[in-house]
Protein backbone atom coordinates (compact mmCIF):
# COMPACT_ATOMS: atom_id res chain seq x y z
CA UNK A 1 0.00 0.00 0.00
CA UNK A 2 1.28 3.24 -1.38
CA UNK A 3 -1.45 5.49 0.52
CA UNK A 4 -1.40 8.11 3.42
CA UNK A 5 -1.82 11.17 4.83
CA UNK A 6 -0.16 12.92 2.10
CA UNK A 7 -2.36 11.70 -0.15
CA UNK A 8 -5.44 13.98 0.42
CA UNK A 9 -8.05 12.87 -2.55
CA UNK A 10 -10.92 13.64 -1.05
CA UNK A 11 -12.93 11.06 -2.37
CA UNK A 12 -15.05 8.20 -0.14
CA UNK A 13 -13.35 5.16 -1.81
CA UNK A 14 -9.93 4.99 -3.18
CA UNK A 15 -8.47 1.53 -4.22
CA UNK A 16 -4.09 1.31 -4.46
CA UNK A 17 -5.17 -0.31 -8.33
CA UNK A 18 -7.50 -0.74 -10.47
CA UNK A 19 -8.30 0.02 -14.09
CA UNK A 20 -9.61 3.51 -13.30
CA UNK A 21 -8.92 6.20 -10.75
CA UNK A 22 -11.72 8.25 -9.00
CA UNK A 23 -12.31 11.79 -8.99
CA UNK A 24 -12.77 13.66 -5.91
CA UNK A 25 -14.45 16.81 -4.83
CA UNK A 26 -11.39 18.83 -5.26
CA UNK A 27 -11.97 16.93 -9.28
CA UNK A 28 -15.15 16.96 -9.67
CA UNK A 29 -18.02 20.03 -8.55
CA UNK A 30 -21.68 19.81 -9.70
CA UNK A 31 -23.16 23.05 -10.68
CA UNK A 32 -26.54 22.49 -10.43
CA UNK A 33 -29.72 20.69 -12.02
CA UNK A 34 -31.64 17.37 -10.89
CA UNK A 35 -28.76 16.77 -8.19
CA UNK A 36 -26.97 20.13 -7.45
CA UNK A 37 -30.84 21.28 -6.25
CA UNK A 38 -30.79 18.32 -4.14
CA UNK A 39 -27.14 19.02 -2.93
CA UNK A 40 -28.18 22.64 -2.10
CA UNK A 41 -30.98 21.33 0.15
CA UNK A 42 -29.24 18.98 2.11
CA UNK A 43 -26.54 21.50 2.95
CA UNK A 44 -28.89 24.03 3.79
CA UNK A 45 -31.29 21.85 5.77
CA UNK A 46 -30.73 18.31 6.53
CA UNK A 47 -27.59 18.62 8.50
CA UNK A 48 -28.83 20.86 10.83
CA UNK A 49 -31.70 18.61 10.99
CA UNK A 50 -30.34 15.77 11.89
CA UNK A 51 -28.17 17.19 14.24
CA UNK A 52 -31.21 18.77 15.95
CA UNK A 53 -32.96 15.63 16.22
CA UNK A 54 -30.15 13.47 17.82
CA UNK A 55 -29.41 16.24 20.46
CA UNK A 56 -33.06 16.46 21.06
CA UNK A 57 -33.49 12.41 21.73
CA UNK A 58 -30.60 12.50 24.13
CA UNK A 59 -28.54 10.62 21.33
CA UNK A 60 -25.70 13.61 21.58
CA UNK A 61 -25.64 13.51 25.30
CA UNK A 62 -25.11 9.74 25.51
CA UNK A 63 -21.18 10.55 24.83
CA UNK A 64 -21.52 13.53 27.62
CA UNK A 65 -22.84 11.01 30.04
CA UNK A 66 -19.61 8.76 29.42
CA UNK A 67 -17.22 11.32 29.27
CA UNK A 68 -19.01 12.65 32.98
CA UNK A 69 -19.43 9.29 34.60
CA UNK A 70 -23.24 9.60 34.69
CA UNK A 71 -24.64 6.43 32.49
CA UNK A 72 -27.47 4.50 33.87
CA UNK A 73 -29.12 1.42 32.42
CA UNK A 74 -31.79 4.18 31.48
CA UNK A 75 -29.80 5.23 28.01
CA UNK A 76 -32.05 6.63 25.05
CA UNK A 77 -31.81 5.26 21.25
CA UNK A 78 -31.11 2.21 20.22
CA UNK A 79 -27.31 0.70 20.46
CA UNK A 80 -26.76 1.60 16.85
CA UNK A 81 -27.51 5.60 17.71
CA UNK A 82 -23.62 6.35 17.92
CA UNK A 83 -23.71 5.66 14.25
CA UNK A 84 -25.79 8.72 13.43
CA UNK A 85 -23.75 10.67 14.83
CA UNK A 86 -20.80 9.65 13.19
CA UNK A 87 -22.57 9.51 9.25
CA UNK A 88 -23.43 13.26 10.04
CA UNK A 89 -19.78 13.81 10.80
CA UNK A 90 -19.25 12.36 7.38
CA UNK A 91 -21.60 14.29 5.55
CA UNK A 92 -20.52 17.24 7.42
CA UNK A 93 -16.53 16.75 6.64
CA UNK A 94 -17.48 16.24 2.66
CA UNK A 95 -19.61 19.29 2.97
CA UNK A 96 -16.97 21.50 4.52
CA UNK A 97 -14.57 20.67 1.58
CA UNK A 98 -17.36 20.93 -1.04
CA UNK A 99 -19.34 24.32 -0.11
CA UNK A 100 -16.64 25.72 2.44
CA UNK A 101 -19.41 26.29 4.62
CA UNK A 102 -18.30 27.45 8.26
CA UNK A 103 -21.40 25.74 9.84
CA UNK A 104 -20.48 22.59 8.69
CA UNK A 105 -16.69 23.09 9.90
CA UNK A 106 -18.12 24.25 13.36
CA UNK A 107 -20.25 21.64 14.09
CA UNK A 108 -17.25 19.10 13.27
CA UNK A 109 -15.48 20.62 15.94
CA UNK A 110 -18.14 20.87 18.15
CA UNK A 111 -19.49 17.02 17.59
CA UNK A 112 -16.01 15.90 17.70
CA UNK A 113 -15.16 17.49 21.07
CA UNK A 114 -18.00 15.86 22.82
CA UNK A 115 -17.14 12.40 21.19
CA UNK A 116 -13.28 12.48 22.04
CA UNK A 117 -14.09 12.76 25.37
CA UNK A 118 -16.16 9.79 26.04
CA UNK A 119 -13.10 7.86 24.49
CA UNK A 120 -11.90 5.15 27.47
CA UNK A 121 -7.98 5.39 27.81
CA UNK A 122 -7.87 1.90 25.52
CA UNK A 123 -9.42 3.52 22.19
CA UNK A 124 -12.96 1.76 22.94
CA UNK A 125 -15.49 3.92 22.34
CA UNK A 126 -19.36 3.48 22.68
CA UNK A 127 -22.29 4.94 24.79
CA UNK A 128 -24.42 1.83 25.46
CA UNK A 129 -22.07 -0.87 26.96
CA UNK A 130 -18.89 -1.00 29.23
CA UNK A 131 -19.60 1.70 31.39
CA UNK A 132 -21.78 1.99 34.70
CA UNK A 133 -24.79 0.65 35.02
CA UNK A 134 -24.48 -1.25 31.36
CA UNK A 135 -23.61 -4.37 30.14
CA UNK A 136 -20.03 -5.06 29.46
CA UNK A 137 -18.01 -4.68 26.27
CA UNK A 138 -18.64 -6.73 23.63
CA UNK A 139 -21.40 -9.28 25.48
CA UNK A 140 -23.87 -9.28 22.67
CA UNK A 141 -21.77 -9.40 19.18
CA UNK A 142 -24.48 -10.64 17.50
CA UNK A 143 -26.94 -7.55 17.97
CA UNK A 144 -25.09 -4.93 19.88
CA UNK A 145 -23.52 -2.98 17.06
CA UNK A 146 -20.42 -2.23 19.12
CA UNK A 147 -18.03 -2.85 15.93
CA UNK A 148 -20.45 -1.53 13.94
CA UNK A 149 -20.69 1.49 14.91
CA UNK A 150 -16.89 1.89 15.13
CA UNK A 151 -16.83 1.03 11.33
CA UNK A 152 -19.02 4.26 10.52
CA UNK A 153 -16.17 6.10 13.22
CA UNK A 154 -13.91 5.35 11.11
CA UNK A 155 -15.45 6.28 7.81
CA UNK A 156 -16.09 9.72 8.95
CA UNK A 157 -12.25 9.39 9.78
CA UNK A 158 -11.96 8.81 6.01
CA UNK A 159 -13.76 12.06 5.15
CA UNK A 160 -12.05 14.34 7.18
CA UNK A 161 -8.56 13.08 6.84
CA UNK A 162 -9.34 12.99 2.79
CA UNK A 163 -10.71 16.78 3.01
CA UNK A 164 -8.63 18.65 6.29
CA UNK A 165 -5.78 16.86 6.90
CA UNK A 166 -5.27 14.54 10.26
CA UNK A 167 -6.76 16.25 13.61
CA UNK A 168 -9.07 15.20 16.61
CA UNK A 169 -11.40 12.95 14.50
CA UNK A 170 -9.17 11.09 12.80
CA UNK A 171 -6.73 10.79 16.44
CA UNK A 172 -9.98 9.06 17.96
CA UNK A 173 -10.44 6.92 15.07
CA UNK A 174 -7.01 5.56 15.23
CA UNK A 175 -7.11 4.76 18.51
CA UNK A 176 -10.57 3.22 17.99
CA UNK A 177 -9.07 1.07 15.53
CA UNK A 178 -5.88 0.36 17.57
CA UNK A 179 -8.34 -1.03 20.00
CA UNK A 180 -10.51 -3.14 17.47
CA UNK A 181 -7.17 -4.77 16.27
CA UNK A 182 -6.05 -5.30 19.79
CA UNK A 183 -9.01 -7.07 20.95
CA UNK A 184 -10.06 -9.19 17.81
CA UNK A 185 -6.69 -9.76 16.07
CA UNK A 186 -3.97 -12.70 15.64
CA UNK A 187 -4.29 -14.14 19.21
CA UNK A 188 -7.46 -11.87 20.37
CA UNK A 189 -11.09 -12.59 20.91
CA UNK A 190 -12.04 -14.80 17.28
CA UNK A 191 -15.29 -12.32 17.11
CA UNK A 192 -17.05 -10.90 14.64
CA UNK A 193 -20.35 -8.00 14.38
CA UNK A 194 -23.89 -9.26 13.48
CA UNK A 195 -24.18 -6.27 11.35
CA UNK A 196 -21.22 -5.26 9.10
CA UNK A 197 -19.74 -2.73 8.55
CA UNK A 198 -16.12 -2.37 10.41
CA UNK A 199 -14.91 -4.30 7.45
CA UNK A 200 -15.60 -1.63 5.38
CA UNK A 201 -14.24 1.19 7.84
CA UNK A 202 -11.20 -0.51 8.35
CA UNK A 203 -10.23 -1.07 4.99
CA UNK A 204 -10.66 2.42 3.72
CA UNK A 205 -8.93 3.51 6.96
CA UNK A 206 -6.18 1.88 6.58
CA UNK A 207 -5.88 2.46 2.63
CA UNK A 208 -6.40 6.66 3.92
CA UNK A 209 -3.27 6.07 6.51
CA UNK A 210 -1.41 3.56 4.50
CA UNK A 211 -1.83 0.82 7.52
CA UNK A 212 -2.08 -2.60 6.16
CA UNK A 213 -2.83 -3.76 9.47
CA UNK A 214 -5.84 -2.75 9.52
CA UNK A 215 -6.89 -3.67 5.75
CA UNK A 216 -5.35 -6.70 7.53
CA UNK A 217 -8.09 -6.71 10.51
CA UNK A 218 -10.85 -6.12 7.54
CA UNK A 219 -10.19 -9.45 6.06
CA UNK A 220 -9.61 -11.45 9.47
CA UNK A 221 -13.29 -10.36 9.83
CA UNK A 222 -14.18 -11.43 6.46
CA UNK A 223 -13.26 -14.68 7.06
CA UNK A 224 -14.82 -15.37 9.94
CA UNK A 225 -17.92 -15.35 8.96
CA UNK A 226 -19.97 -17.43 7.38
CA UNK A 227 -18.55 -20.64 9.80
CA UNK A 228 -21.11 -19.93 12.45
CA UNK A 229 -19.42 -17.33 14.68
CA UNK A 230 -21.94 -15.63 16.07
CA UNK A 231 -25.27 -17.29 17.96
CA UNK A 232 -27.87 -18.32 16.05
CA UNK A 233 -31.23 -16.35 16.45
CA UNK A 234 -35.07 -17.29 15.14
CA UNK A 235 -34.37 -15.42 11.99
CA UNK A 236 -31.83 -17.88 11.19
CA UNK A 237 -27.94 -16.54 10.69
CA UNK A 238 -28.95 -16.10 7.16
CA UNK A 239 -29.60 -12.42 8.69
CA UNK A 240 -25.93 -11.92 9.23
CA UNK A 241 -24.56 -13.75 6.74
CA UNK A 242 -23.05 -16.12 8.76
CA UNK A 243 -24.03 -19.36 7.68
CA UNK A 244 -21.99 -19.48 4.63
CA UNK A 245 -18.59 -18.13 3.87
CA UNK A 246 -18.46 -15.02 1.61
CA UNK A 247 -15.78 -16.94 -0.66
CA UNK A 248 -18.73 -19.42 -1.08
CA UNK A 249 -21.76 -17.90 -1.42
CA UNK A 250 -23.56 -17.45 -4.81
CA UNK A 251 -25.89 -14.79 -3.92
CA UNK A 252 -26.96 -11.81 -1.46
CA UNK A 253 -29.37 -13.35 1.26
CA UNK A 254 -30.17 -11.89 4.89
CA UNK A 255 -30.72 -8.22 6.02
CA UNK A 256 -29.59 -6.52 3.01
CA UNK A 257 -27.66 -3.52 4.49
CA UNK A 258 -25.78 -6.18 6.20
CA UNK A 259 -25.05 -7.92 2.85
CA UNK A 260 -24.02 -5.10 1.23
CA UNK A 261 -21.55 -3.13 3.60
CA UNK A 262 -20.26 -7.20 3.84
CA UNK A 263 -19.53 -7.40 0.16
CA UNK A 264 -18.31 -3.07 -0.04
CA UNK A 265 -15.81 -4.59 2.37
CA UNK A 266 -14.71 -7.79 0.53
CA UNK A 267 -14.02 -5.81 -2.86
CA UNK A 268 -12.00 -3.07 -1.01
CA UNK A 269 -9.89 -6.05 0.53
CA UNK A 270 -9.89 -8.27 -2.58
CA UNK A 271 -8.59 -5.08 -4.53
CA UNK A 272 -5.89 -4.51 -1.64
CA UNK A 273 -4.55 -8.06 -1.08
CA UNK A 274 -5.12 -8.57 -5.20
CA UNK A 275 -7.46 -11.36 -3.77
CA UNK A 276 -9.09 -12.24 -7.41
CA UNK A 277 -11.15 -15.16 -5.88
CA UNK A 278 -12.85 -12.90 -3.52
CA UNK A 279 -13.52 -10.35 -6.22
CA UNK A 280 -14.62 -12.64 -7.86
CA UNK A 281 -17.49 -14.35 -5.40
CA UNK A 282 -18.86 -10.41 -5.06
CA UNK A 283 -19.44 -10.47 -8.60
CA UNK A 284 -21.01 -13.46 -9.06
CA UNK A 285 -23.32 -12.78 -5.64
CA UNK A 286 -23.70 -9.14 -7.84
CA UNK A 287 -24.97 -10.50 -10.64
CA UNK A 288 -27.56 -13.21 -9.95
CA UNK A 289 -28.92 -10.74 -6.81
CA UNK A 290 -29.30 -8.29 -9.63
CA UNK A 291 -30.62 -10.59 -12.24
CA UNK A 292 -33.66 -11.84 -9.68
CA UNK A 293 -33.75 -10.43 -6.57
CA UNK A 294 -33.61 -6.39 -7.45
CA UNK A 295 -36.50 -4.10 -7.72
CA UNK A 296 -37.03 -1.92 -11.09
CA UNK A 297 -36.25 0.93 -8.87
CA UNK A 298 -32.55 -0.61 -7.84
CA UNK A 299 -34.43 -1.24 -4.12
CA UNK A 300 -33.66 -4.53 -2.98
CA UNK A 301 -34.59 -5.81 -0.36
CA UNK A 302 -38.37 -8.00 -0.40
CA UNK A 303 -39.29 -8.95 3.00
CA UNK A 304 -40.23 -6.41 6.10
CA UNK A 305 -39.72 -9.45 8.71
CA UNK A 306 -36.26 -8.97 8.60
CA UNK A 307 -35.45 -5.94 6.15
CA UNK A 308 -33.80 -8.59 4.01
CA UNK A 309 -33.49 -10.08 0.61
CA UNK A 310 -36.18 -12.70 -0.49
CA UNK A 311 -35.64 -15.75 -2.70
CA UNK A 312 -35.02 -15.13 -6.45
CA UNK A 313 -37.99 -13.84 -7.93
CA UNK A 314 -39.59 -13.08 -4.70
CA UNK A 315 -40.34 -8.87 -5.41
CA UNK A 316 -43.93 -8.17 -4.66
CA UNK A 317 -44.44 -4.56 -5.00
CA UNK A 318 -46.71 -3.95 -2.41
CA UNK A 319 -44.49 -5.79 0.31
CA UNK A 320 -41.09 -4.11 -1.36
CA UNK A 321 -38.93 -3.06 1.68
CA UNK A 322 -36.28 -1.30 -0.13
CA UNK A 323 -34.81 0.06 2.28
CA UNK A 324 -33.29 3.86 1.77
CA UNK A 325 -30.35 2.52 2.86
CA UNK A 326 -29.68 -0.72 1.30
CA UNK A 327 -30.07 1.96 -1.69
CA UNK A 328 -26.91 3.52 -0.32
CA UNK A 329 -25.02 0.57 0.38
CA UNK A 330 -25.92 -1.23 -2.99
CA UNK A 331 -23.97 1.89 -4.54
CA UNK A 332 -21.03 1.32 -2.66
CA UNK A 333 -20.93 -2.32 -3.44
CA UNK A 334 -21.52 -1.46 -7.83
CA UNK A 335 -18.90 1.72 -7.29
CA UNK A 336 -16.28 -0.55 -5.84
CA UNK A 337 -16.68 -2.92 -8.15
CA UNK A 338 -16.75 -0.76 -11.27
CA UNK A 339 -13.76 0.97 -9.91
CA UNK A 340 -11.80 -2.87 -10.03
CA UNK A 341 -13.66 -3.85 -13.42
CA UNK A 342 -14.09 -0.98 -15.77
CA UNK A 343 -17.26 -2.22 -16.02
CA UNK A 344 -20.43 0.24 -16.65
CA UNK A 345 -22.92 -2.17 -16.13
CA UNK A 346 -21.89 -1.05 -12.26
CA UNK A 347 -22.51 2.57 -13.42
CA UNK A 348 -25.61 1.79 -14.76
CA UNK A 349 -26.74 0.39 -11.36
CA UNK A 350 -25.90 2.99 -9.20
CA UNK A 351 -28.16 5.91 -11.99
CA UNK A 352 -30.84 3.27 -11.74
CA UNK A 353 -30.72 3.94 -7.79
CA UNK A 354 -29.52 6.85 -7.53
CA UNK A 355 -32.69 8.19 -9.27
CA UNK A 356 -35.30 6.03 -7.75
CA UNK A 357 -34.24 5.42 -4.18
CA UNK A 358 -31.72 7.77 -3.07
CA UNK A 359 -33.63 10.69 -4.69
CA UNK A 360 -36.81 9.55 -3.79
CA UNK A 361 -36.74 9.32 0.10
CA UNK A 362 -35.73 12.88 1.02
CA UNK A 363 -38.84 15.69 1.08
CA UNK A 364 -38.45 18.64 -0.86
CA UNK A 365 -37.36 20.61 2.31
CA UNK A 366 -34.68 18.27 3.15
CA UNK A 367 -36.84 17.45 6.33
CA UNK A 368 -38.53 14.36 6.28
CA UNK A 369 -37.24 11.16 4.53
CA UNK A 370 -38.42 7.68 3.17
CA UNK A 371 -37.30 4.33 5.21
CA UNK A 372 -38.68 1.95 3.09
CA UNK A 373 -39.75 2.62 -0.79
CA UNK A 374 -42.77 0.19 -1.75
CA UNK A 375 -43.75 -0.24 -5.03
CA UNK A 376 -47.61 -0.28 -4.72
CA UNK A 377 -49.32 1.61 -1.88
CA UNK A 378 -52.73 0.55 -1.52
CA UNK A 379 -53.78 3.65 0.78
CA UNK A 380 -52.82 6.81 1.41
CA UNK A 381 -50.49 7.33 4.78
CA UNK A 382 -51.58 9.05 7.85
CA UNK A 383 -49.83 12.77 7.36
CA UNK A 384 -46.74 13.02 9.46
CA UNK A 385 -46.06 15.03 12.05
CA UNK A 386 -43.26 16.69 11.68
CA UNK A 387 -42.23 17.03 15.68
CA UNK A 388 -42.84 13.22 16.15
CA UNK A 389 -40.83 10.09 15.66
CA UNK A 390 -41.68 7.94 13.55
CA UNK A 391 -42.14 4.19 15.16
CA UNK A 392 -42.75 2.54 11.76
CA UNK A 393 -40.56 2.58 8.57
CA UNK A 394 -43.21 1.79 5.98
CA UNK A 395 -45.98 4.33 6.84
CA UNK A 396 -46.27 5.54 2.99
CA UNK A 397 -44.98 9.11 3.83
CA UNK A 398 -41.56 10.88 4.44
CA UNK A 399 -40.93 11.17 8.19
CA UNK A 400 -39.45 13.76 10.17
CA UNK A 401 -37.55 11.19 11.93
CA UNK A 402 -38.07 7.57 12.64
CA UNK A 403 -37.28 4.95 16.35
CA UNK A 404 -34.68 3.58 13.75
CA UNK A 405 -33.04 6.57 12.03
CA UNK A 406 -30.53 5.22 9.98
CA UNK A 407 -31.57 6.74 6.99
CA UNK A 408 -31.46 10.56 7.19
CA UNK A 409 -28.23 10.32 7.65
CA UNK A 410 -27.06 7.78 4.94
CA UNK A 411 -28.80 9.76 2.44
CA UNK A 412 -27.14 12.83 3.85
CA UNK A 413 -23.62 11.36 3.47
CA UNK A 414 -24.47 10.45 -0.23
CA UNK A 415 -25.48 13.69 -1.13
CA UNK A 416 -22.38 15.59 0.47
CA UNK A 417 -19.95 13.46 -1.67
CA UNK A 418 -22.13 12.63 -4.62
CA UNK A 419 -19.46 14.52 -7.17
CA UNK A 420 -17.36 11.64 -6.18
CA UNK A 421 -19.21 9.73 -7.99
CA UNK A 422 -19.48 10.97 -11.75
CA UNK A 423 -16.31 10.15 -13.17
CA UNK A 424 -12.68 8.62 -13.22
CA UNK A 425 -10.05 8.63 -15.38
CA UNK A 426 -7.25 6.10 -16.51
CA UNK A 427 -4.11 6.44 -18.66
CA UNK A 428 -5.56 7.49 -21.46
CA UNK A 429 -8.43 10.03 -20.75
CA UNK A 430 -11.74 10.79 -18.42
CA UNK A 431 -14.70 8.72 -18.41
CA UNK A 432 -17.86 10.31 -17.15
CA UNK A 433 -20.71 7.93 -15.16
CA UNK A 434 -23.38 9.94 -14.36
CA UNK A 435 -24.75 13.38 -15.95
CA UNK A 436 -25.37 16.49 -14.29
CA UNK A 437 -23.89 19.98 -14.95
CA UNK A 438 -20.72 20.22 -13.17
CA UNK A 439 -16.95 21.26 -14.16
CA UNK A 440 -14.51 18.70 -14.06
CA UNK A 441 -10.67 19.62 -14.29
CA UNK A 442 -7.94 16.52 -14.15
CA UNK A 443 -4.32 15.47 -14.21
CA UNK A 444 -3.69 12.45 -16.13
CA UNK A 445 -0.55 9.87 -14.76
CA UNK A 446 1.39 11.25 -17.33
CA UNK A 447 0.80 15.04 -16.69
CA UNK A 448 -1.65 15.55 -19.50
CA UNK A 449 -4.46 18.12 -18.53
CA UNK A 450 -7.85 16.88 -18.93
CA UNK A 451 -10.71 19.91 -18.52
CA UNK A 452 -14.32 20.02 -19.24
CA UNK A 453 -17.49 21.44 -18.24
CA UNK A 454 -20.60 19.13 -18.40
CA UNK A 455 -23.98 21.53 -19.50
CA UNK A 456 -27.31 18.89 -19.35
CA UNK A 457 -30.58 18.97 -18.02
CA UNK A 458 -30.63 15.64 -17.47
CA UNK A 459 -32.78 13.55 -16.96
CA UNK A 460 -35.32 15.39 -17.83
CA UNK A 461 -33.56 16.78 -20.95
CA UNK A 462 -31.44 14.09 -22.32
CA UNK A 463 -28.38 16.23 -24.21
CA UNK A 464 -25.73 15.80 -22.26
CA UNK A 465 -23.24 18.52 -23.80
CA UNK A 466 -19.12 18.00 -23.12
CA UNK A 467 -17.61 21.20 -23.10
CA UNK A 468 -13.43 21.07 -23.37
CA UNK A 469 -12.24 23.99 -21.10
CA UNK A 470 -8.45 23.33 -21.90
CA UNK A 471 -6.08 23.10 -24.62
CA UNK A 472 -5.10 19.42 -24.80
CA UNK A 473 -1.08 18.95 -25.47
CA UNK A 474 -1.68 15.90 -26.99
CA UNK A 475 -4.81 13.43 -27.64
CA UNK A 476 -6.80 11.62 -25.09
CA UNK A 477 -10.02 9.85 -25.01
CA UNK A 478 -13.24 10.77 -23.66
CA UNK A 479 -15.71 8.35 -22.66
CA UNK A 480 -19.33 8.47 -21.74
CA UNK A 481 -21.02 5.80 -20.35
CA UNK A 482 -24.57 4.99 -22.52
CA UNK A 483 -27.19 3.35 -20.05
CA UNK A 484 -28.45 0.06 -21.16
CA UNK A 485 -31.90 1.57 -21.97
CA UNK A 486 -30.95 3.94 -24.14
CA UNK A 487 -31.40 2.22 -27.38
CA UNK A 488 -30.72 4.80 -30.22
CA UNK A 489 -28.44 7.10 -28.27
CA UNK A 490 -26.08 9.40 -30.87
CA UNK A 491 -22.70 10.88 -30.45
CA UNK A 492 -22.31 14.08 -32.10
CA UNK A 493 -18.37 15.43 -32.55
CA UNK A 494 -16.92 18.00 -34.86
CA UNK A 495 -20.69 18.33 -36.64
CA UNK A 496 -20.98 14.57 -36.83
CA UNK A 497 -23.77 12.11 -35.75
CA UNK A 498 -22.68 8.50 -35.14
CA UNK A 499 -24.86 6.12 -33.28
CA UNK A 500 -24.05 5.01 -29.24
CA UNK A 501 -24.75 1.37 -28.52
CA UNK A 502 -25.60 0.95 -24.41
CA UNK A 503 -21.98 0.49 -23.18
CA UNK A 504 -19.32 3.04 -23.72
CA UNK A 505 -18.47 5.52 -26.44
CA UNK A 506 -15.33 7.11 -27.16
CA UNK A 507 -13.61 10.11 -28.79
CA UNK A 508 -10.00 10.20 -28.95
CA UNK A 509 -8.20 13.52 -30.39
CA UNK A 510 -5.88 16.59 -29.15
CA UNK A 511 -8.83 18.30 -27.94
CA UNK A 512 -9.15 22.34 -28.22
CA UNK A 513 -10.94 24.94 -25.34
CA UNK A 514 -14.32 25.24 -26.76
CA UNK A 515 -14.50 21.95 -28.35
CA UNK A 516 -18.16 20.14 -27.50
CA UNK A 517 -19.25 16.52 -27.26
CA UNK A 518 -23.07 15.74 -27.65
CA UNK A 519 -24.39 12.71 -25.92
CA UNK A 520 -28.22 12.56 -26.93
CA UNK A 521 -30.14 9.75 -24.92
CA UNK A 522 -33.60 8.87 -25.51
CA UNK A 523 -35.52 9.65 -22.55
CA UNK A 524 -38.45 9.27 -24.27
CA UNK A 525 -41.49 7.01 -22.41
CA UNK A 526 -41.50 3.41 -22.85
CA UNK A 527 -43.16 0.22 -21.83
CA UNK A 528 -40.90 -2.85 -19.33
CA UNK A 529 -42.03 -5.69 -18.69
CA UNK A 530 -41.23 -8.05 -16.25
CA UNK A 531 -39.64 -11.75 -15.71
CA UNK A 532 -42.49 -14.12 -16.01
CA UNK A 533 -40.88 -15.71 -13.07
CA UNK A 534 -41.57 -12.73 -11.08
CA UNK A 535 -44.93 -13.59 -9.65
CA UNK A 536 -46.10 -11.08 -7.99
CA UNK A 537 -46.48 -8.89 -11.60
CA UNK A 538 -47.16 -11.21 -14.06
CA UNK A 539 -49.78 -9.64 -16.52
CA UNK A 540 -48.10 -5.96 -15.67
CA UNK A 541 -46.25 -3.46 -17.24
CA UNK A 542 -44.23 -0.68 -15.73
CA UNK A 543 -43.32 3.08 -17.44
CA UNK A 544 -39.78 4.24 -17.25
CA UNK A 545 -38.87 7.61 -19.15
CA UNK A 546 -34.98 7.56 -18.86
CA UNK A 547 -33.67 6.34 -15.88
CA UNK A 548 -36.74 7.29 -14.16
CA UNK A 549 -39.01 4.62 -13.00
CA UNK A 550 -42.64 6.13 -13.47
CA UNK A 551 -45.76 5.42 -11.13
CA UNK A 552 -49.51 6.33 -11.24
CA UNK A 553 -50.46 8.09 -8.10
CA UNK A 554 -54.39 8.10 -6.98
CA UNK A 555 -54.49 12.03 -7.43
CA UNK A 556 -54.16 11.74 -10.78
CA UNK A 557 -56.98 9.32 -10.97
CA UNK A 558 -60.40 10.20 -12.12
CA UNK A 559 -62.47 8.56 -8.77
CA UNK A 560 -61.20 7.75 -5.54
CA UNK A 561 -60.40 4.19 -5.36
CA UNK A 562 -60.03 3.60 -9.39
CA UNK A 563 -56.16 2.40 -8.60
CA UNK A 564 -56.99 -0.69 -7.33
CA UNK A 565 -59.54 -1.22 -10.65
CA UNK A 566 -57.33 -0.18 -12.82
CA UNK A 567 -56.06 -1.42 -16.25
CA UNK A 568 -54.05 0.26 -18.79
CA UNK A 569 -53.83 -0.55 -22.63
CA UNK A 570 -50.71 -1.99 -23.57
CA UNK A 571 -51.12 -2.09 -27.31
CA UNK A 572 -48.99 1.00 -28.60
CA UNK A 573 -46.49 2.98 -26.61
CA UNK A 574 -46.77 5.53 -23.75
CA UNK A 575 -47.39 8.98 -24.84
CA UNK A 576 -44.62 11.86 -23.53
CA UNK A 577 -45.69 14.27 -20.71
CA UNK A 578 -44.05 16.85 -19.18
CA UNK A 579 -41.36 14.97 -17.78
CA UNK A 580 -43.80 12.02 -17.39
CA UNK A 581 -45.97 9.69 -19.45
CA UNK A 582 -49.27 9.45 -20.64
CA UNK A 583 -51.25 6.09 -20.88
CA UNK A 584 -55.04 4.82 -21.40
CA UNK A 585 -56.60 3.23 -18.36
CA UNK A 586 -59.65 1.53 -18.04
CA UNK A 587 -61.18 -0.18 -14.75
CA UNK A 588 -61.54 -3.60 -14.13
CA UNK A 589 -63.86 -3.80 -10.84
CA UNK A 590 -66.40 -6.47 -10.56
CA UNK A 591 -69.44 -4.53 -9.66
CA UNK A 592 -71.08 -5.46 -6.62
CA UNK A 593 -69.47 -8.63 -5.71
CA UNK A 594 -69.49 -10.13 -2.20
CA UNK A 595 -67.16 -12.84 -2.40
CA UNK A 596 -63.64 -11.65 -4.88
CA UNK A 597 -63.71 -14.94 -6.84
CA UNK A 598 -65.84 -15.89 -10.09
CA UNK A 599 -66.13 -18.23 -12.72
CA UNK A 600 -66.42 -15.20 -15.30
CA UNK A 601 -63.33 -13.30 -15.90
CA UNK A 602 -63.52 -9.60 -15.54
CA UNK A 603 -63.40 -7.53 -18.44
CA UNK A 604 -62.45 -3.97 -19.12
CA UNK A 605 -62.40 -3.96 -22.64
CA UNK A 606 -66.44 -2.11 -23.25
CA UNK A 607 -65.58 0.81 -20.53
CA UNK A 608 -64.47 3.90 -21.98
CA UNK A 609 -61.06 4.80 -21.71
CA UNK A 610 -59.35 7.78 -19.70
CA UNK A 611 -55.78 9.49 -19.91
CA UNK A 612 -53.68 7.76 -17.12
CA UNK A 613 -50.75 10.70 -15.53
CA UNK A 614 -47.77 8.91 -14.88
CA UNK A 615 -44.85 10.75 -12.92
CA UNK A 616 -41.32 10.07 -11.54
CA UNK A 617 -41.51 7.53 -8.69
CA UNK A 618 -39.54 9.92 -6.59
CA UNK A 619 -41.90 12.27 -6.80
CA UNK A 620 -44.43 10.49 -5.27
CA UNK A 621 -46.15 11.36 -2.14
CA UNK A 622 -44.75 15.04 -2.56
CA UNK A 623 -48.35 16.57 -3.22
CA UNK A 624 -49.40 14.46 -0.24
CA UNK A 625 -50.34 11.15 1.24
CA UNK A 626 -51.44 9.09 -1.85
CA UNK A 627 -52.05 5.67 -3.40
CA UNK A 628 -49.43 4.58 -5.47
CA UNK A 629 -48.30 2.07 -7.60
CA UNK A 630 -45.24 1.43 -10.09
CA UNK A 631 -46.18 -2.34 -12.04
CA UNK A 632 -49.42 -1.68 -13.91
CA UNK A 633 -52.14 -4.51 -15.08
CA UNK A 634 -52.33 -4.28 -18.96
CA UNK A 635 -54.38 -5.66 -21.40
CA UNK A 636 -53.03 -5.68 -25.14
Same mark, same amino acid.
Given at each position: MTQGPTAAHPVPVLPSRGPVRPLGLAQVSITGGFWGDRQAVNAAATLAHCETWMERLGWLANFDRVADGTTASDRPGWPFSDSEVYKLLEALAWESFRTGEAEAESAIKRLTARIARAQDPDGYLNTCFGHGGQPPRYVDLEQGHELYNTGHLLQAAVARLRTHGED?????????????????????????????????????????????????? &??????????????????????????????????????????????????????????????????????????????????? #???????????????????????????? &???????????????????????????????????????????????????????????????????????????????????????????????????? #????????????????PDGRRVAAQVETGYPADGAVHVRITEDASAPWTLSLRVPAWAEGATLTDDGRTRPAAPGTVTVRRAFRAGDVVTLDLPVRPRFTWPDPRIDAVRGCVAVERGPEVLCVESHDLPAPGLLDALVIDASGGPAADAGGALVTGRSRARAGAGWPYAAARPDASGDDGFDVRLRPYHAWARRGPSAMRVWLPASS
Open positions: ELVRVARRAADHVCRTFGPGGRAGICGHPEIEVGLAEFGRALGEARYVEQ &ARLFLDRRGHGTLGDIPLGRAYFQDDVPIRQADVWRGHAVRALYLSAAAVDVAVERGDDELLDAVRRQWERSVARRTYITGGM #GSRHQDEGFGEDWELPPDRAYCETCAGV &ASIMVSWRLHLATGDVRYTDLIERTLYNVIASSPADDGRAFFYANPLHQRTPGRPSDGTEVSPRAESGVRAAWFDVSCCPTNVARTLAVLDAYLATTDGD #GLQLHQYAPCVIAADL
